[in-house]
């Protein structure tokens, strides 16, 4: 490309950004289908009975918000819809705050459900794989106390809660280390819980190996794809479908600059041969 | 004495927790648990000495007027204001030394830290994320030419992984007949996805493992004594 003309890349700048923004404004609504991997989120969260725990983790800080809230809200939304009592925990220190956001967006919906009775939120812990694997073992010398103080042994959801062994499935929302790779190495490879998660697109292809026969990772929320797969699965569209039509237009707009600057390429190579001719 | 205490220490801690692994009963198993709970407190101290350090770094900088000093002090002013609500009137539903700050929560709307962090603090992170939207197409604009075998197929799968992870992929071959579903864009993103990219993957994982491995054992056994400082 070095002979080549460039295009100014100003004007991919300027597609980019209206290509992003006008589906945000008006939205397309193009279709969706739902994948392998979501499916097998959805029925995991839908097979649990109701009264069952489930650990959610927050492993991720405001950078990846807008790929990991809207699965977050999803997934929040469809354990409480199956009546599933929710322990909230982070891994990252900002993640405290994304489950305090999500718990606030969704409780105006489930007035009947109380802090403590149906979900708790645990806070952050440092020690990421550590802290996991003192969880598996002892989880009260961990998590001694909620976020707000309170010991976790006046908590009604924790009764029964010493370890991993009560606790249905682990879903961890992850933006990096630590995050699902932790979690499936010590809750499901160590503790032989059902792990299951949601991470950005770009860390996807890392989480994919651990998608395999003996369930190491039970499904995977990969990107905003996933999670506008996750909310038309639960029949809630959110911020991730209307997302969907953005980021499909960005796409498709950065393949045609693709196709254009090979076709520059080739067009030149051929002026090239041409003129050594 | 000084490097061989520390060495001493590390042969032994790695030692018990390789044992532990293998023989989780007493008294490896109780020790293990023991280190694990240090290594949650030091890690917690760690977070502290990180935090001093930070303080540390950025006054040496404004100190000595180094390039752009200025921004240093944005830094360090942020980070005292932030530490400083957060403690006056803590965050969330946790009190602070002055308790939940009632008359300033009502009219900030939240409680001062948090109005920070959801009004400041996650709009630069959001936006400093966003940007990488431009400077990816930009870049896949630019790499993404097709001047070899390699290159060619590097090209074509990003193309197609990319197309079967948007809503047009479903349109594009949304209409091929049952017998032809393997050629419907999401399948073949989902193919690449799932056999070539966790194929890879897997072998990275691998060696990465096997590395680390490596590197584990030159430590316990004072091979590797970098972490040590000096040499």
Known sequence: MGKTKQLDRRWLFLLIFLGVALPLIFSIGLPLETTKNVQMVYDLVDSMPKGSKALISFDYDPASMPELHPMAKAVVKHCFDKEIDLIFTAMWPMGVKMADDIIDQLIEDYPDLEYGENYVNLGFKAGGMITIQSMGKNFREVFPKDMNGNSIDELPIMDGINNFSNIGFIFSLSAGAPGIKEWVQIAHDAYNRPTSGGCTGVSAPAMLPYINEQHQLTGLLAGLKAAAEYEVLIQTPGTATSGMDAQSIAHLIIIIFIAVGNINYWRNKRKEKKGGK | ?231
């Open chain 2, 1 to 231: 004495m000084k490097r061989k205490i520390p060495l001493l220490i590390t042969f032994t801690v790695g030692i018990i927790l390789i044992i532990s692994e293998f023989i989780p009963h007493k008294p490896f198993g109780q020790l293990s648990g023991e280190l694990e709970i240090w290594f949650l407190i030091i890690s917690g101290f760690a977070i502290l000495l990180g935090q001093l350090s930070l303080f540390k770094v950025n006054i040496i900088k404004i100190r000595y007027k180094q390039h752009d000093w200025q921004f240093y002090i944005v830094t360090l002013a942020s980070f005292v204001v932030m530490v400083a609500l957060g403690f006056l009137w803590g965050t969330g539903r946790s009190a602070g030394l002055l308790g939940h700050g009632e008359v300033i929560t009502n009219t900030l709307g939240y409680k001062p830290f948090d109005y920070l962090f959801n009004n400041i603090y996650q709009h630069l992170q959001a936006t400093m994320f966003s940007l990488l939207a431009f400077f990816i197409a930009s870049a896949a604009y630019r790499a993404f030419i097709g001047r070899t075998v390699e290159s060619n197929l590097l090209l074509a799968s990003a193309v197609l992984v990319m197309l079967g992870n948007t809503t047009f992929g479903s349109l594009l071959t949304g209409w091929l007949p049952e017998s032809l579903n393997f050629l419907h864009l999401p399948k073949v993103s989902e193919f690449i996805m799932t056999f070539p990219t966790t194929a890879g993957q897997r072998a990275i994982m691998i060696g990465a493992g096997l590395g680390i491995i490596g590197s584990s054992l030159r430590i316990i056994l004072g091979i590797e004594r970098s972490y040590l400082g000096g040499e």
